[in-house]
């Protein structure tokens, strides 16, 4: 019983030392230190580098880019779940930002415009001053007719489907003879497949017309994979048993047909029937600077200037305190 109780509290030690917490403080301030350490990558879809594609097919053409605007795109599903809330996410208009950002498209900004609207109340009672030519007389801000730019586009719609179990298969089997203190063997496999779908549509700003609806779904997929063994031996019970469970993210499926409609409208836009044109701009454009990020465009100064290249945002090494030599440098400098 004492040799139990010795093990029981060797077992137990070791788990509280491998599991780093503790009911104090330490000199960080934290009882724990969160685990993991992936970098921030970028996000992309299998439409990604299309929507890249032709954004430089635009460039290298001269094709104008028309101003889009984004507006709600909402989850009319209705899907909740009782602990996890929603099912399906409700950032698809950012997503729609995001995509059409790759696709090159001009945004400007119409689903939040709560910032804009009350420093435009400020400037209008001439409350938000700028640079004069001295303190003792500073100058405010001056509102000019026109100068907010218009869309020509406006992008709405929503997720309109969430279909779950639409087909599942599953296999439980179990080996073992009539012998109880033999080895038992059992084993699982279950896949499901569940869907979403979107309805989204490209308007005229200036005419209201609708000038362009797509309905797309995308499959998703899950699986899951268990095993194991039960038996005795020299006096002992074994029961050991591994397994694996892996699910197609619903977000980034719905991400997906996102990507996917606002390809399809875009290149309607600049008159791209097919993806020809990403071939033939791989080899005519070759010694082109055209950017490839599929992060979305870069920072852009008022005169033009660039301050960053769009393709080196998807580094995931970039700014990382343990992967960029650069930040490494300046955390030992500031140490020593």
Sequence with gaps: MITRLKRLAVAASSL?????????????????????????????????????????YARATGKPTPRIAVGRVLDYTGKEDLEGGRKVTQGASLMAMSAFSKAGARLVERFDTSVSELELKYANNRLIGSDGPSAEEPEFRQILAGEIPGSDYYFVGGITELNSNIRSIGADAFIGDLDAA?????????LFVINVGVDLRLVNTKTLIVEDVISYQKQIVGREVSTGIFDF??????????????????????????ERAVLEM???????????????????????????????????LPDGTTVTDADTRANPERWNAGRDEGVKAALRGRKS
Excluded: H, W
């Design 16 to 56: 509280a030392v491998t599991g780093c917490v503790t009911p104090y403080a330490g000199a960080n301030g934290l009882y724990a230190s969160p685990i993991g350490n992936a970098p921030v990558t970028a996000n992309p879809t299998p439409y990604s580098t299309a929507l890249v594609c032709i954004a430089n």
């Design 233 to 258: 031996a020299n006096g002992n019970v074994f029961d050991v048993g591994i397994g694996e469970r892996a699910m197609e993210p619903i977000q980034l499926a719905v991400r997906s047909t996102i």
């Design 266 to 300: 875009t290149s309607n836009i600049y008159g791209v029937p097919n993806s020809d044109p990403c071939g033939a701009l791989a080899e005519d454009a070759a010694d082109m600077n055209l950017p490839e990020s599929i992060t979305g465009s870069a920072f852009t």
């Design 182 to 190: 033999d080895m038992k063997g059992r084993a699982g496999f279950k």
